[in-house]
Structure formats: structure tokens, C-alpha cells
């Protein structure tokens, strides 16, 4: 019914993904797998209610409208079993804005948030913020998975203020357990700790794994904020809306107030009819997007299977793999210039906080996802090559 095959042309559209490949210096002939948006058209019905919006002439300052409302509460609770309510609800033009504004509101000068690395970069820079420390809970790699190390997250709670979590997690692709979220909120608990949890890529899950909202662990807990957007869904992250769930009243009024001052809160009229025709009316191009990536990430997982000293987890969620180049003994320049002149540019992994990995995002028509696979064995036979 939809045509995922389809290679589009995405040039002369300011796309931030391509424009960054120019600005490294790769030409055009150089396919970036890098920020993670979808070479995927979003779906008709979200274009289709765009054009008829844009048809109203009228462009002026937004709020939302009950009906938005509606949309993201029936969403949550029909995809994801969480039921919440209106009031919890606070708009952003983002996942990153939202954050940083949360974190204004909660930490004080020379606080300390944890965050579980390798992590999605913008969460390096919250120390900017204010004069904060990051503590930094790395992952696990074991049995060809990534793992919390809890006696080492239960460590740095005690002097935090704040965790930061990413669910599914980006970049690593684990959709994180029930059972593992209990022992975070456990420890959260135990510590008073306020939680803020990025969950954007909350609908991306494969192969049988199921995502729990954290909202439903951590329930009638008072610090605990959850981000969430058809932004990665419906590819319409450059619609800049998004929001946030606050249930706890007081915590809330805190936020919108720091939200007021800065005047963060402000949305726009074109990201609330996506929206609310992403989440009313897309389901069907959703579930079939869904199989088409697992489809790719079953590929590409197979592929690389066969490529011995590199390491890498399955994605059970989000459609980014993490690749652990540290075996390859070799320089992370000369990696990627490799990568690069077998026309493929990576995300490269010290923004993540590993520079020995990379990043790949697979949400591309197969035709493009078989260059890739090419390209990468390609590389990874010339990097084994030096030594």
C-alpha cells in the first residue's frame, strides 16, 4: 500500500543530515546514515492535513486544541497501554528544549545528574546549563547485549540529583525490560532521585520486544517527567513538537513557570495538525513502516553477523545499530576516512562518548541499505587490512 522502496530525493531542502555530510567535506556521491530522521515520505495523511492547513493562510501564534489533546492521550493509551491525562500534558518544540528546560528547573548549581553512556550526545551537554557534573552509569556489553550496571548506577545515586534515561535507548537500541526499569526505580526511590526520561523512540520495537512506558513503573511518584512526539514516528522531527508528561502537579507548575520566562512553550500550527493526523489517522502507514524497518534490521543484523571483530546488539528498538570498532585496532580518523571513501558516512562514536564505535541509522529503502552492507564489509576488510 505504501511505497517504503522509494528512493527520494532530498536535495535542496536544507536536510540537516545531508547538509552536515557537505559541511565534513563529502560529496554528493557520499550516502550519510547519520542523523537519525527516515528516508522515508511521511505518511499521506500527515502531508495531506499540512497542504490543508497551509490552504487556511493564516500562520499566526498556536495553541493546542482540544482535539490534539485527544489525539496523544488516545495514542498513549491504545499503542501503549499508559493512560494519562490532559493536564499532564506540556508542549515543547522539542525533546532537547524540553530537557533543557527541565533540567533548569530541577538542578541547582554544582548538582549532579547521571546519564547511562555510550549516550545520545545533547545529553553530554546539560552541564552547560548550569555548573553541574555529569556522572556518567556506562553500559554493559555482555552476551552480545547491553546491560545496566546497576551496583555502579546505585553508586552514583547516592550523590546525584537526577537520572537521566533514554527508552528505547539511543544509541544502543535496548527497549529497556519492565523487570530493569523496576530496579531504577528502586534505586530512584531509595534516592530521591527525579527522573527524566527521553522516550521519542517509544513506538519503534522489533522481533517481539515490547516497550513499557516508564510512566507505568513509576507510578504516583512525584519526580518523574517523560518525553515523548510523533516527531521519529511519522518523520516530522522539523515540525518541532513534542511534549512532555508531569503528572505530579507541583512539578509541573514549576516547569511551565521556567517555560513562561523563557518562552519555550510556544508551538506551531503545521506540528499540531501533523500530529494530530499522525496519530488519528496514520496508524496504517505506521504498521507497515514498522515491518519494512524490521525487515532492514533483520538484514543488516545478518549481514554484519558475518564480519568477525566487530561487536553489536540486535536493535530491539529505535532503527540506529551501534557497531563496536575497538578490535579493529585502528585510529578513528583512518576509520572513517575509509567509511567515507567507500561512500558512506557514519556517526561517528565520540559524540556518543566511544570513540572506537559508530552509528548507523537504517531507516533507508532496501536498495540503499544493500549499498550499505556492501560499503561496511568493504571498509572493514580494508581498516582489518593495516595491521
Known amino acids: 500500500m505504501f511505497n517504503f522502496d522509494e528512493v527520494i530525493d532530498r536535495s535542496g531542502l536544507s536536510c540537516a543530515k545531508y547538509e552536515t555530510s557537505r559541511e565534513a567535506g563529502n560529496d554528493e556521491t557520499v550516502i550519510p546514515f547519520t542523523i537519525a530522521d527516515m528516508n522515508f515520505a511521511t505518511a499521506p495523511e500527515v502531508k495531506a492535513a499540512c497542504l490543508k492547513r497551509a490552504d487556511r493562510d493564516f500562520y499566526s501564534y498556536t495553541v493546542p486544541s482540544d482535539d490534539v489533546y485527544e489525539a496523544i492521550i488516545n495514542w498513549q493509551k491504545d499503542m501503549h497501554e499508559l493512560d494519562i491525562k490532559k493536564d499532564w500534558i506540556v508542549f515543547s518544540p522539542g525533546t532537547v528544549p524540553g530537557l533543557d528546560l527541565v533540567i533548569r528547573s530541577i538542578i541547582e548549581d554544582g548538582e549532579k545528574i547521571i546519564i547511562q553512556t555510550p549516550a545520545y550526545p545533547p545529553f553530554f551537554n546539560f552541564s552547560n546549563l548550569k555548573n553541574m557534573e555529569i556522572l556518567q552509569n556506562k553500559l554493559i556489553f555482555e552476551d552480545g547485549k547491553y546491560k545496566i550496571d546497576f551496583k555502579d548506577l546505585e ?39 527525579y527522573v527524566i526520561s527521553d522516550e521519542m523512540h517509544q513506538d519503534f520495537t522489533f522481533n517481539g520486544n515490547y516497550y513499557t512506558p516508564i510512566m507505568r513503573v513509576f507510578k504516583n511518584y512525584e519526580k518523574v517527567v517523560s518525553f515523548m512526539a510523533p516527531s521519529k514516528t ?27 520566562r523563557s518562552l519555550m512553550g510556544a508551538v506551531n500550527p503545521f506540528g499540531l495538525c501533523a500530529l494530530k493526523a499522525a496519530y488519528n489517522e496514520g496508524r496504517a502507514w505506521y504498521k507497515e513502516m514498522i515491518k519494512y524497518l524490521e525487515g532492514n534490521i533483520n538484514y543488516v543484523f545478518e549481514e554484519f553477523s558475518k564480519i568477525d571483530k566487530i561487536k553489536f546488539e540486535k536493535p530491539e528498538g529505535t532503527y540506529l545499530i551501534w557497531i563496536d570498532l575497538s578490535d579493529l585496532n585502528c585510529e578513528p580518523k583512518k576509520m572513517h576516512e575509509i567509511f567515507v571513501k567507500n561512500k558512506i558516512f557514519l556517526s561517528d562514536g565520540a559524540m556518543f562518548g566511544d570513540e572506537k564505535s559508530v552509528r548507523i541509522n537504517l531507516a533507508y529503502p532496501r536498495e540503499i541499505i544493500n549499498f550499505l552492507v556492501n560499503s561496511f564489509k568493504k571498509s572493514i576488510e580494508e581498516i582489518k587490512a593495516l595491521n
Open 234 to 260: 511519522f518523520n516530522i522531527a522539523g515540525l518541532n513538537t513534542a511534549y512532555a508528561i508531569i503528572p505530579d502537579d507541583k512539578l509541573r507548575e514549576k516547569i511551565n513557570d521556567v517555560s513562561s
Open 155 to 193: 553508586e552514583k545515586a547516592k550523590e546525584a540529583k537526577a537520572i537521566v534515561l533514554c527508552n528505547p535507548h539511543n544509541p544502543v537500541g535496548r527497549v529497556w525490560t519492565k523487570p530493569e526499569l523496576e530496579k531504577i526505580s528502586e534505586i530512584a526511590y531509595k534516592y530521591n532521585l
